[in-house]
């Protein structure tokens, strides 16, 4: 938020991240699912899916672009979301949304047509499994929000320091929450890092 990257450089860029960040999952599964296919010594499935996408993708990136680029009750409804008020150029958010929406899209349809060829594979227990992660997700961002918001009130936004402190702070909350939760929901995810890291420290 200072000298030629200003405060408006600074939100569109954290937009932009937060986006990204609901299509993390998707793109590390994608990966996984692909190398599936591998196995089965199917390379065409996977090839295809990913053609398929990065056109959906450049379609996206053409019709967000569009509806970003004039008022209208999704593009108000966005701005509102990711606090973006008084921007200009803010239809830049078009384009991690339009990648994001893409890699959901992708990994859906590779589990489809996974499951079209091997059967079930326990879906419904990683069905299970992504609404706990899921649901201890969106309490780490309300975690998050919240405590973002109370710092504001009490650090200078407009300074480097201010928004270390606010973000140290938020993230801390965020991951106290997630951790809490993730106990509560009995997530085996966190059995399992439990146990990695205890084989790597000989415990």
């Not at 398929?52 to 409804?77: H, M, P, R």
């Not at 606090?83 to 589990?111: C, H, M, R, T």
């Not at 998050?144 to 201010?162: E, K, L, P, S, W």
Request: hydrophobic share 55%.
């Amino acid at each position: 938020g200072t000298g030629k990257i200003g405060w408006a450089d600074t939100q569109l860029t954290a937009a932009c991240f937060g986006i990204f960040s609901f299509a993390i999952f998707a793109y590390g599964i994608t990966l996984l699912i692909s190398k599936t296919f591998y196995a089965f010594h199917n390379t065409k499935i996977p090839a295809l899916v990913t053609l398929f996408t990065v056109a959906l993708n450049i379609i996206l990136c053409f019709f967000f672009i569009w509806v970003l680029g004039f008022e209208n009750s999704f593009q108000k409804l966005l701005i509102n979301i990711l606090d973006l008020e008084g921007i200009k150029q803010n239809s830049v958010i078009g384009l991690p949304l339009a990648l994001a929406l893409s890699g959901l899209f992708q990994v859906s349809l590779l589990l489809i047509l996974l499951y079209k060829k091997i059967g079930d594979f326990k879906i419904k227990e990683i069905f299970e499994s992504f609404i706990k992660v899921l649901a201890s997700g969106v309490l780490l961002g309300l975690a998050c929000y919240f405590v973002r918001q109370i710092t504001a009130n009490f650090v200078d936004m407009h300074t480097f320091a201010g928004i270390f402190i606010q973000g140290f702070l938020a993230s801390l909350a965020g991951i106290f929450v997630y951790i809490l939760s993730s106990l509560l929901f009995k997530l085996k995810e966190l059995s399992s890092f439990n146990l990695l890291w205890r084989k790597r420290n000989g415990n």
